[in-house]
């Protein structure tokens, strides 16, 4: 797996589980791969793995059946959501509003091309 | 697993090596050994392993002193150096004479090791690529199941492939009851398989901290333009790769060469960083 320079790994491990849990390849109450073979099949330290589980399991997105490994939880997927959204608007949307200042965007502009990509990529 | 301490080693007394050197190492983790050329990383490795002598100072690993080089240390001990050599003969000839001296040689994972890393097992050792004899003796050193793993530029010689099947492998290998510890200068080989960095400069442990110690401490950030909070910086394309201590607790990737660098040119101030 590629990883980028812009984060910390274990937090790309997380968002690469994240990503399978909205998707549903991983459903509720499944088992996710262990830490061993994430970590094998990602090239990377099992400790950074760990890491990452241990935060997942403090956000309740995955949880420990000990002896049997780590299991999806039941509001995983809210879950998920409540905890992107929070690395977003904290992470992520800083850079986009000091562009949209830098660059004299307006608001209503924005809008529009928001319910255009909406309408467009998502079909509602 | 390892203590050494006040260790004082050097290939002449009047120029030491090491100057009383300590650290300790624990099962669990794949420490990175990292420093210039000529700053010990090699020699480290060997007094761990038994193979040079220190002139004062103690060296621990699993109660044993390595220097002893008693059976029952040395079978839990995997050495895989930079240069070796191979006797001309084939590979289960080579197990059959070698594997009786590790109590503990696993023949179903060495032939799952050579098939992974697709090491032909009719040739003569001699006869092969420098890379494929590499690869054949991390096999064999891990098959061992020996509780100390040291490896000196393990990556060297390994074609592309064979990079990634290795990081797989040592993934893989890494239990809570073996320590494992690879020097390298091929650090983007390696940098996500490393969990504790350890650096040597100048005849002392210039840093010794986890990466998740590191990433507390300092933050790898691409920045505009230059302030003083800045330790050290690197110019890039869009401005700078700059290292600075981590005020906003923010989680940055660690970036192994800047890291280097920093503490080659701005010791101190990294230094400051950590206490």
Known sequence: MEFRDNKAIYLQIAEYVCDHILLEKWKTDEKVPSVREMAVDLEVNPNTVMRTYELLQNKNIINNKRGIGFFVTENAVANVKSYRRGEFMDNELPSVFRNIYLLNIGFNELENRYNTYVKETFNV | ?275
């Open chain 2, 1 to 275: 697993m390892i203590e050494i301490k006040n260790l004082n080693f050097g290939y002449s007394k009047k120029k030491l090596l090491f100057k009383d050197l300590s650290m300790q190492l624990k099962a669990g983790h794949i420490y990175g050994l990292l420093g210039k050329n000529g700053a010990g990383k090699s020699s480290l490795l060997k007094n761990m392993a038994g193979l040079v002598y220190a002139f004062s100072g103690k060296i621990d690993v699993i109660g044993y002193n390595p220097a002893k080089r008693q059976p029952a240390l040395l079978k839990e001990i995997c050495f895989i150096p930079e240069e070796f050599y191979l006797p001309s003969v084939k590979i289960d000839s080579y197990v059959k004479a070698n594997a009786a001296f590790y109590s503990n040689f696993d023949h179903n994972y060495f032939g799952d090791l050579l098939a992974e890393f697709d090491i032909p097992v009719d040739q003569k050792l001699v006869n092969m690529s420098y890379g494929q004899k590499k690869k054949l003796i991390i096999a064999f050193g891990l098959a061992t199941k020996a509780q100390l793993i040291i490896m000196d530029e393990p990556t060297n010689g390994l074609d592309i492939p064979s990079k990634a099947q290795f990081r797989k492998i040592m993934a893989a290998a890494l239990t809570d009851d073996r320590c494992i510890i690879i020097s390298t200068h091929q650090v983007r080989d390696l940098d996500n398989l490393i969990d504790t960095v350890i650096m040597l400069d100048e005849s002392c442990v210039a840093l010794k901290a986890s990466v998740e110690e590191i990433t507390k401490k300092l933050c790898f950030k691409r920045i505009k333009e230059l302030d003083d909070t800045v330790i050290y910086a690197e110019p890039s394309l869009s401005g700078y790769h700059a290292l600075m201590p981590n005020y906003h607790d923010e989680d940055s990737k660690l970036d192994m060469e800047l890291l280097f660098n920093a503490v080659l040119a701005e010791k101190i101030k990294i230094k400051a960083a950590f206490n």
